[in-house]
């Protein structure tokens, strides 16, 4: 996906016992939350896992205003890729060539990731995926890419240290503009590539703390959808309200410190 700064699960969770089984699906840890069913085939700790599940949750609906979920979701951890790959092949084959894979079942959302360099960065982006489909019946691509870019990012650094802030800044310098329009565009996650990974977060970055403002906007629109009421494109609520959007974006990625 992107350039990511998380670390590895030895160090984020602590010591890695070794798997007794090479079998994937050979869980050596089960835990769960109020959202989460977590099953592991490395030992982390019954209280790691769930408790970094527990914050990104609280966070995510605090921050977003999307009240209690209802339901569990399920999160799998590999203790690599090739247990990955040989788990999610039989199940969801197109997902198999995929770094981490959110999937909305009609029973339950699932989450399957592996352990490597990135996991913990993996870990809260695809379950920011799972837990907004989990209180909303729909998102508009972007800004769902947009927000999990957001949230993937521990919280004492999310605001300034996403490695997004410094290359919409490069990219700016070269008279780069975010598009809302051509995101909204944007259909499939083949659709998309790392520039657009970026701009996405660039406006959800905006919204969220340019001003109230444009953090209202932001939660007005989620509440729309969360009450089953049709949105329409974002960029309707956003010009009406904010015509000089754009280059208060500018502005704002210029001069966030």
């Known amino acids: ?115 490597h360099s990135e996991v913990r960065d993996d870990i809260r982006h695809e379950c920011t995926h799972a837990i907004l489909h989990q209180a909303l019946p729909y998102l508009p691509l972007w800004m769902d890419e947009g927000l999990a870019e957001y949230f993937e990012v521990e919280h004492r650094v999310r605001s300034t240290g996403n490695p997004h802030l410094r290359d919409i800044r490069f990219a700016m310098f070269f008279r780069h503009k975010p598009s809302l329009a051509e995101l909204e565009q944007l259909n499939s996650l083949g659709e998309m590539d790392k520039n657009d990974y970026r701009d996405s977060w660039a406006w959800i970055h905006f919204l969220m703390h340019e001003s109230q403002e444009s953090r209202q906007l932001l939660l007005q629109y989620l509440k729309t959808i969360r009450e089953g009421e049709p949105p329409g494109p974002f960029s309707q609520y956003l010009y009406r309200a904010m015509p000089n959007a754009d280059a208060r974006l500018q502005q704002h990625i210029k001069t966030w410190k």
């Open 1 to 115: 996906m992107i350039n990511r700064t998380g670390f590895f699960l030895l160090l984020a969770f602590g010591l890695l016992l070794p798997v007794r089984g090479e079998a994937a699906g050979d869980w050596m840890e089960i835990s769960e939350t109020e959202t989460f069913i977590c099953r592991s085939e490395v030992r982390i700790g019954q209280n790691e896992l769930p408790q970094l599940l527990k914050t990104l949750n609280d966070e995510i609906n605090q921050t977003l205003e999307l009240g209690k979920n209802e339901g569990l979701l399920e999160l799998y951890l590999f203790k690599n890729r090739r247990n990955f790959v040989e788990y999610v092949s039989l199940r969801i084959p197109e997902g198999a060539n995929r770094q981490a894979l959110y999937v909305k079942g009609e029973d339950r959302s699932r989450v399957y990731i592996y352990n």
